[in-house]
């Protein structure tokens, strides 16, 4: 395995190492699978690096039900209500429905679905405006742009 990327996540799975990473790579755009590593001795799965719109990955199976917790998630910006409805959909598939664009896969792996403009929103130098962005996001699960957009212009 020849990293190329300075700092790679990886993501310990007790098996499903090789069934995860397909699964990413069938949602986001731009992914692929770029080399499966067997154990030597049993010829099974050890690692599967990948990448996730150009950005590299590895998972692992450790063989122990190591759990996934919500202190480290994989964030998505979405141009478009579309495109944040359709990866909402497939990531959320099997898993759990959180709170302000945040979901659980169905291997338990956190993800916040977002859309691109959301930290300007909170950047923005007046402060009515990120607090009625937040007010708005806190009463959604899968986060509604034209929502956010019209708590943001004060609609």
């Known amino acids: 395995m020849q990293l190329s990327q300075k700092i790679v996540p990886f993501l310990s ?3 499903q190492a090789e069934e995860a990473a397909r699964h990413y ?6 992914s692929k699978i770029v080399q499966i590593t067997k154990q030597p001795d049993t010829g099974e799965v050890m690692t599967v690096e990948f990448q996730l719109s150009g950005m590299n990955f590895v998972s692992l199976n450790v063989g122990m039900d190591w759990k996934f917790t919500e202190s480290i998630s994989l ?6 209500q579309e495109e ?8 959320s598939a099997g898993g759990e429905e959180i ?5 659980k896969d169905k291997f338990g792996v956190h993800w916040q679905i977002v859309p ?10 007046d402060p009515e405006k990120s607090k009625r962005v937040f007010h708005a996001m806190m009463q959604m699960k899968k986060l509604d742009i034209a929502k956010l957009e019209a708590a943001y212009e004060g609609q």
Do not use: H, M, R
Not at 84 to 91: I, P, S
Not at 116 to 125: A, E, F, G, R, V
């Open 13 to 15: 799975y007790k098996n």
């Open 25 to 30: 790579v069938s949602i986001l755009p731009d």
């Open 75 to 80: 964030s998505v910006s979405c141009d478009t």
């Open 84 to 91: 944040l409805e359709e990866l909402w959909v497939k990531l």
């Open 99 to 103: 709170q302000c664009g945040w979901l």
């Open 116 to 125: 691109c403009q959301i930290l300007n929103y909170y950047s923005d130098p």
